[in-house]
């Protein structure tokens, strides 16, 4: 009476039992020879040690990377602020250059004012001697060009010369034909056309 071990079913499921756990044991024991107990070996066939150095040098890498990369940013944060203070004295320097061209033009007002004041107190001054020369009295008057009158009395000064009245009549003398002396006297403008 041998009986089957496999008809009552009690070693059936002990072999289908004994047999997963043999293979999840062969499985474990294969990692842990792969994982631990070969450690010089890499899952790609590298050895770790390889790896750890090529890792190592890539960390290093990267490292100096972020070192370069804080410099470029120290770098730009120093030329952001230098660009700020070129830019404030930018702003101070064309506020003080309109203030000097506001200066240069209320200068130049002045200066036209001036030369307006000076203008007319010779004018006012040259007719002052034009009017004080009227009847003034000469023995005589010499031109450049050698012509003599005698006993010549002033009529008139006025910008385009003398009138006078001499011995032998009347004569309207341009200011070009009197010497030095009568153009100092009398202020006349030599750039103006004489009348």
């Known amino acids: 009476m041998v009986q089957n071990i ?9 072999g289908v039992i004994g047999g997963i756990s043999f293979v999840f044991i062969l499985a474990v024991c294969t990692a842990w020879h792969f ?10 066939g590298r050895e770790f040690k390889v790896v750890v ?18 410099h470029s940013i120290e770098v730009r944060r120093q030329t952001a602020a230098d660009a700020d203070i070129l830019a ?9 250059n309109s203030a000097r061209i506001k200066s240069v033009a209320d200068l130049k007002a002045g200066i036209d004012r001036l030369e307006s004041d000076l203008k ?10 034009w009017k004080s020369a ?5 023995p005589s008057l010499a031109l450049k060009s050698g012509r003599r ?21 009347l004569a309207r003398i341009s ?13 006349w403008d030599m750039s103006q056309p004489v009348h």
């Open 6 to 14: 496999s008809e009552n079913g009690r070693f059936g499921s002990l």
């Open 35 to 44: 994982l631990v107990a070969n450690d010089s070996v890499a899952p790609d």
């Open 53 to 70: 150095q090529e890792q190592t040098e890539r960390i290093r890498d990267l490292e100096d990377d972020i070192a370069a990369a804080k």
């Open 88 to 96: 404030h004295k930018l702003e101070l320097a064309e506020s003080e």
């Open 120 to 129: 007319s107190y010779k004018d006012d001054y040259r007719e002052g001697v």
């Open 134 to 138: 009227a009847g003034e009295k000469l």
């Open 149 to 169: 009158y005698d006993n010549v009395t002033i009529v008139r000064v006025t910008a385009g010369g003398m009138e006078i009245s001499h011995q032998d009549g």
């Open 175 to 187: 200011p070009t034909d009197l010497d030095a002396t009568w153009q100092k006297r009398f202020q």
